[in-house]
């Protein structure tokens, strides 16, 4: 079971969010590639990001159109169990790493389902 700042939110709007709020476009992990990252971010372009780059402050604010208010609602940073009012940058590093692993496998599962079919000897 993973711990619950690490999952992606699951619900369009949250309970806790201001009437105004609006559920952003947001990005999506591709795939691995080389211990590169692949992710396609709010404007739809494709970017090619190494464990380094995840881990900062201002790509991750790119990736996500630079809306902190999404990430700080769904990503809060906890400090001695109270909210400091930013985002914790390991926990978005960690979903945007699974949801790449996730896609890779899930990928490379579907193409050896493929091969072994009935019929075929690969």
């Known amino acids: 079971m993973r711990p619950a700042h690490c999952e992606e939110p699951t ?18 992990s591709t795939g691995v590639f080389v211990r590169r990252y692949v992710v396609v971010d709010t404007r739809g372009q494709t970017r090619s990001l190494t464990e380094g780059q995840l881990r900062q402050r201002r790509t991750l604010l790119d990736l996500y159109g630079q809306n902190s208010d ?3 609602l769904h990503y809060p940073e906890v400090i ?3 909210k400091t009012g ?3 940058v390991e926990a ?7 949801q790449a692993l996730y896609n890779s496998y899930r990928i490379n599962a579907e193409w050896h389902a493929s091969l ?6 690969a």
Do not use: C, H, M, W
Not at 11 to 28: G, I
Not at 116 to 121: A, Y
């Open 11 to 28: 619900s369009a709007t949250p309970p806790d969010a201001p009437k105004s709020y609006e559920t952003p476009n947001l990005p999506r």
């Open 80 to 82: 001695d169990g109270k």
């Open 92 to 98: 978005v590093a960690d979903v945007i790493k699974r």
């Open 86 to 88: 930013n985002f914790d």
């Open 70 to 72: 999404y990430l700080t």
């Open 116 to 121: 072994r079919q009935k019929g075929l000897r």
